[in-house]
């Protein structure tokens, strides 16, 4: 079965620091995303990523870079968090040809 | 650019009843159309998808959607309800550019709830 993990599953940071959020997938797909949600709202994609080596701006990236060491993870990171980035973070990842993405549990980042 | 708009944030049915949640999308062109579930305290799951070809499509758990061209909409539908039913349901549109990139442009969600 597809699977995508994410840690931390919760964190709280200090505004002004930096904090990375890991994803791991064993699905042997070749794109992976990183949205965030906010409460009462839909999912806005972040960043995501066709290869490994490589990543491409999504809709709202302004605050976050993204790193694909690997085929299989794909971070995201905060290099000064702020209030505003207080949300969940959710991965995903499809293999080429489809578009059915498969998510990870989310992690919800409280930012103080 | 798309667009996609789920006109209800809430609805609420009894179990049992039949449901259909609201999804409508713009675009000219070709559209991927796409349902997600998300339970409480989850990430989303994938229920369903539209091309091409048929124009009702089945899911899982007793899900269809069907798309319409002319009303721009692709519209989510359960007989039945059942209480595990109730969670957040997302619409998913992806089209010309961010199709190429396998990009998906998600809805604001509707809560369904469903009452004993």
């Known amino acids: 079965e597809a699977a995508v993990t994410q840690s931390p599953r919760s964190k709280v940071a200090v505004t002004g620091g930096k904090v990375t959020l890991s994803c791991h997938q064993t699905?042997?797909?070749?794109?992976m995303y990183w949205y965030r949600q906010d409460t009462g709202h839909g999912l806005r994609l972040i960043h995501y990523s066709y290869v490994a080596d490589s990543t491409e701006k999504g809709d709202i990236p302004d605050g976050y870079k993204a790193s694909r060491p690997s085929q299989e993870n794909f971070s995201l990171i905060l290099e000064l968090a702020s209030l505003s980035q207080t949300a969940v973070y959710f991965c995903?990842?499809?293999?080429?040809?489809?578009?059915?993405?498969?998510f990870g549990p989310g992690t919800r980042l409280t930012v103080l | 650019t798309q667009t996609v708009s789920q006109s209800d944030a809430h609805v609420t049915v009894f179990e049992g009843d039949s449901v259909e949640l609201r999804c409508n999308y713009s675009?000219?062109?070709?559209?991927?159309l796409s349902w997600y579930i998300q339970h409480h305290g989850h990430g989303l799951q994938f229920l369903l998808k539209?091309?091409?070809?048929?124009?009702v499509v089945q899911g899982v758990n007793g899900f269809e959607a069907e798309f319409s061209k002319s009303d721009s909409s692709f519209h989510l539908r359960k007989a039945s309800v059942h209480w595990s039913d109730s969670a957040v349901y997302f619409c998913a549109v992806s089209g010309g550019l961010n199709y190429n990139q396998g990009k998906l442009i998600f809805g604001q969600g509707t809560k369904l709830s469903i009452k004993p």
């Open positions: 699905n042997n797909h070749d794109y």
């Open positions: 539209y091309y091409s070809g048929n124009p």
């Open positions: 675009y000219g062109g070709s559209i991927y």
């Open positions: 995903a990842s499809t293999g080429g040809g489809s578009y059915e993405q498969y």
